[in-house]
C-alpha cells in the first residue's frame, strides 16, 4: 500500500462515519465483510474495495461522496500534472509538523526524498544510533509519511526500500493561519487518488 493511502486511512474514517451515519456504516461493514472479508478500517487502506460497494450502495452518487470524502482530506491547487494538494485535515498537518520539526526523522525524510534506501542505508546516512533510527523510521513507516518502494536482495534476503511520501512540502503562513501543501510521490499508486480519479 503506497504511503499516501496508509497517511489519510485513519482522518478517511472518520469522515465517512460522520457523513454517512450509523446505520449505513454498518450496512457497508457487514457487505465489506461479506464480500472481501475485510474490516472498514482495512478498507480504508484498500479504497478500491470500498468504492465497489459503496457504489452497490449509492450507484454514481459514489462519485460525489467520494469526492467530499477527499475534499474534507485534500484541496487540490489546480488541475496540472504537478499534483500539489493542499491539507484541509489539522490531524495529518500536524503530525506532519511535528515530523519535521524532530530534526531525525526530518534528516530521515530528506535522505529518501529522491532516491529509495534500505533501512540500514537511512540509518547510515543520518548518523542515527540503531535503536533510535529504527523506532523513528518505523513511526514514519506507520504514519504513513515514508512507504515501501522496491526490495533488493542481500544474502539470499529481500530487504523492502523506502522512499518519502511526497516530494516537496511547503508551509505557509498567513497572519495567524498555516497550511500545508504536499506534491505527492507517485501519487498514481495511491487506491484513493486513482479511484477518485482527480
Given amino acids: 500500500m503506497p504511503g499516501l493511502d496508509n497517511l489519510i486511512a485513519k482522518s478517511l474514517e472518520e469522515i465517512i462515519k460522520k457523513n454517512l451515519g450509523e446505520n449505513m456504516i454498518r450496512k457497508i461493514e457487514d457487505r465489506l465483510f461479506e464480500k472481501y472479508g475485510v474490516s472498514f478500517t482495512q478498507a480504508m487502506e484498500e479504497f478500491d474495495k470500498l468504492d465497489l460497494v459503496l457504489r452497490e450502495f449509492f450507484g454514481k452518487g459514489a462519485d460525489g461522496l467520494e469526492r467530499k470524502f477527499f475534499e474534507n482530506i ?85 530487504i523492502n526500500k523506502y522512499l518519502c511520501a511526497f516530494s516537496n512540502l511547503r508551509i505557509n503562513l498567513e497572519g495567524k493561519k498555516m497550511s500545508v501543501e504536499l506534491q505527492l510521490m507517485n501519487s498514481e499508486k495511491s487506491l484513493f487518488i486513482k479511484t477518485i480519479r482527480l
Avoid at 104 to 119: D, G, M, N, R
Avoid at 129 to 157: E, F, P, W
Fill in 74 to 158: 485534500f484541496q487540490s491547487k489546480s488541475k496540472s500534472k504537478e499534483g500539489w494538494y493542499t491539507l484541509r485535515d489539522e490531524k495529518i498537518s500536524q503530525m506532519i509538523l511535528q515530523s519535521f520539526g524532530d530534526l531525525e526523522k526530518k534528516a530521515i525524510l530528506e535522505s529518501v526524498a529522491e532516491t529509495p534506501k534500505i533501512i540500514s542505508e537511512i540509518i547510515d546516512d543520518c548518523n542515527l544510533s540503531q535503536t533510535s533510527g529504527y523506532r523513528k523510521i518505523n513511526n514514519l513507516i506507520d504514519n504513513g509519511l515514508l512507504y515501501k518502494a522496491g526490495q533488493i536482495s542481500r544474502d539470499n534476503k529481500k
